[in-house]
């Protein structure tokens, strides 16, 4: 059975770089049909996606967060990792990693894809 | 931006029918998928393809698309199907995009 751990400072302080790693077991991060993908929840609000990485690196980036996020991956750690830079308060919440199906229908020119499974998610409060 | 449109809160009674709807323009082109999370806990997807139920979802859950609309639909609730709500789609530029989510109150 495929799970995912995050893992991480809980505590960031303003301006500096988050930085969380996402650790997959029960499966190969190499497999062909997926992404592995960022998602977070401020305390009390909604879900946010972030971004998602295939194995061989190519990735996809919110257009709001894009120019603060870095998504790696490490295939023989079977690992991937999110940096988010110069962050504020409003960076402050439960992140998430999830196995990421990404498709596109070349018929209606639209992505499609979901999130399955996630990972139990990790606090990061930033905070000086 | 492409924005999912879900209401804040819906009730119901045990053994009655919830029904909760996610709006977009770009509906009609693109699939909807549904996630259940309960306090404290990740989000579980329950629905995908817009009505496509994974493994272990109880068949009570079931949704189903019309025009700008999808909907999920749980039949015969239950206590623990008291949870958060929300819907998820994806635009043509690649994001991917969650509705604000909807609290189910089972009364």
């Known amino acids: 059975q495929l799970q995912l751990q995050e893992s991480g400072p809980g505590l960031v302080k303003p301006s500096e770089t988050l930085s969380l790693t996402c650790t997959v077991s029960g499966g190969s991060i190499s497999s062909s049909s997926y992404y592995w993908g960022w998602i977070r929840q401020p305390p009390g609000k909604g879900l946010e996606w972030i971004g998602s990485i295939y194995y061989s690196g190519s990735t996809y980036y919110n257009p709001s967060l894009k120019s603060r996020v870095t998504i790696s991956v490490d295939t023989s750690k079977n690992q991937f990792s999110l940096k988010l830079s110069s962050v504020t308060a409003a960076d402050t919440a439960v992140y998430y990693c999830?196995?990421?199906?990404?498709?596109?229908?070349?018929?209606?020119?639209?992505?499609?894809?979901?999130?399955?499974?996630w990972g139990q998610g990790t606090l990061v409060t930033v905070s000086s | 931006s492409y924005e999912l449109t879900q209401p804040p809160s819906v009730s119901v009674s045990p053994g009655q029918t919830a029904r909760i709807t996610c709006s977009a323009d770009?509906?009609?082109?693109?699939?909807a998928y549904w996630y259940q999370q309960k306090p404290g806990q990740a989000p579980v997807l329950v629905i995908y393809k817009d009505s496509e139920r994974p493994s272990g979802i109880p068949e009570r859950f079931s949704g189903s698309s019309s025009g700008t609309t999808v909907t999920l639909t749980i039949s015969g609730v239950q206590a623990e199907d008291e949870a958060d709500y929300y819907c998820q789609s994806a635009d043509s530029s690649g994001t991917w995009v969650f509705g604000g989510g909807t609290k189910l109150t089972v009364l």
């Open positions: 770009a509906l009609p082109k693109q699939y």
């Open positions: 999830a196995r990421h199906f990404i498709g596109y229908d070349i018929l209606t020119g639209y992505y499609f894809g979901w999130f399955d499974p």
